[in-house]
């Protein structure tokens, strides 16, 4: 009986000398979408684990492991959803791995289904351990985007939407003064990805607030917020607006009635009319009077057509090329390079510069050609969320701090539609480190404008403008004229000016280029040759002088 008796407590002290315990933090571990974070997990006391099987698993899924390490490697059987994701790893420079017990997991390209209890379970011949680690993950979403409607009340109701959230956020509107404004309502969403997206919207005057502010936040504290100023924007109510535009209607069309009746006075020019009459006499006069003196064409049509090059030009040719064409009287160029839509795309290519990507500063996710021409997204670059990728930047070798300076970008790739993401702009030189879209504005050395998808075009104004560009540009041309602070942007296919910037340069700036992510063609950076010069002499595109002086 006494010899019984000692065995059990010899065995009993084997089993209690060789037991296993796992340790791992109290709090849940947080973390962000698209991030690589450490579950610790280590064995108390310290002792070697290479024997040991370790087994990290969610929820019911024993069988069907995160990873599974036994046999002193990683085996094959995995979750497929964590292959190439997870791994073992120390959980401190100070760790010995393995061989002091970490049995530390790493995971990486975390995700909004990755959010909950994993265990991690360790046993030897004669024991087990297991514990739980709560991963937190959340995601910051896209800065909101205000956008104001005015009502016949005279306030504005003003909608706020952002998406790219996880978990589900709060928002908040204040005024300039802080205090806090009542939405008209709130709406929330979940897209195929399980992030949130949210939409609130709210009716306010000038009695409120002159500035509104919307917040979306996080339970952590983390927060994006959007600006908008209201002021400008309040209505009056409708019969005032519709008598003001009546107004500047009837004063306009006054105006331009005046300037038709006399013109002859004004511009020392005949109307077109009056010159084909008086031309058309003159030549039935010769006719009649000299029979033997060959005949002269000068055709009435060819006549009035040249007149009207002359007169008839349209606002953005007036401005733009004056600006920027550096047209002398008679010097038109080639008869093919005329003015087609409202802009002359061979007269902003006199100003054209061969345009490169600076590699060395572009984003590691980006791909471009040998020749530096072509750039997109990388086959291993993976994007989360709904938000713009502004961090996905390259930007142009080239540096300009005077002068007038274009370059032309290709947006499609046929049989691919044009792109739908892309940012396309300058930038102060040395901004080589993009972040979120608040910190891309004029103020801080961005000048852009972002084609965004389904959600429109957009400038990098603070707030930023919304625009409708159709048809989508698939060939964009870039203006620069950095002395007068101008940065315009034209539709190249359409022959059509889009929108200028208008701003102070400070320093050398370069070309900036994003293509965004999705999209099937790349950006595509083109030679423009410069247009031949004509020998001939041919009517000029503007020309301050009079016809007949």
Known sequence: MLSIIIILLVNLLIETSVSLTVKVPGDPVVSHVGSTMILPCWISPPESAEALEIRWYRHNQFSNPVLLYNHGKIQDVQEESYRNRSSLTLRSDQSGGLKDGDVSLRLEKLRVQDDGSFHCYVSGENS?????????????????????????????????????????????????????????????SRGADEMFSVHSWTAVSLSDAQQVSCSVSLRSGELKEGRLNIQGIVSSGPWKALFLTFLICALLGSVGFILYKYREKLTGKKPVKE??????????????????????????????????????????NIEELRKHADCEEGTMGKPENKVV?????????????????????????????????????????????????????????????????????????????????????????????????????????????????????????????????????????????????????????????????????????????????????????????????SAESSQPLLNNNSSDA
């Open 128 to 188: 087990y351990s297991s514990e739980e680690v709560v991963l937190k993950i959340t995601a910051l979403g896209s800065s909101p985007v205000l956008s104001p409607k005015p009502l016949d009340d005279g306030r504005v109701n003003i909608s706020c939407r952002s998406s790219g959230w996880y978990p589900k956020p709060s928002i908040t509107w204040t005024s300039d003064e802080g205090r806090a404004l009542r939405p008209g309502g709130t709406s929330h």
């Open 275 to 316: 010159i084909c009459d008086e031309e058309t006499m003159e030549r039935l006069s010769k006719e009649e009077t000299n029979t033997e003196e060959p005949k002269k064409e000068p055709d009435c049509e060819e006549g009035t057509q040249q007149k009207l090059r002359k007169e008839v030009v349209e606002d953005v």
């Open 341 to 533: 839509g409202d802009v002359n795309i061979e007269e902003l290519r006199k100003h054209a510069d061969e345009i490169t990507i600076d590699r060395e500063h572009s984003h590691p996710d980006l791909m471009v050609t040998k020749d530096c021409k072509i750039l997109r997204e990388s086959n291993d670059y993976h994007h989360t969320g709904e938000e713009f990728p502004f961090e996905l930047c390259a930007f142009g070798a080239q540096r300009f701090s005077s002068g007038h300076h274009y370059w032309e970008v290709d947006l499609v790739h046929s049989p691919n539609p044009p792109k739908d993401f892309w940012i396309i702009g300058v930038v102060k030189h040395g901004n080589f480190t993009t972040r979120d879209r608040p910190s891309l504005t004029p103020s801080r050395g961005y000048w852009f404008l972002r084609s965004d998808g389904p959600r429109g075009f957009y400038t990098n104004t603070d707030p930023p403008v919304k625009l409708s560009l159709t048809p989508r540009p698939e060939r964009l041309g870039v203006l620069l004229d950095y002395d007068h602070g101008q940065l315009s942007f034209y539709n190249v296919t359409e022959n059509k000016h889009l929108l200028t910037i208008s701003s102070r340069f400070s320093g050398s700036v370069v070309p900036l280029f994003n293509p965004g992510a999705g999209d099937k063609s790349p950006i595509t950076i083109l030679d423009c040759p410069k247009p031949e010069e």
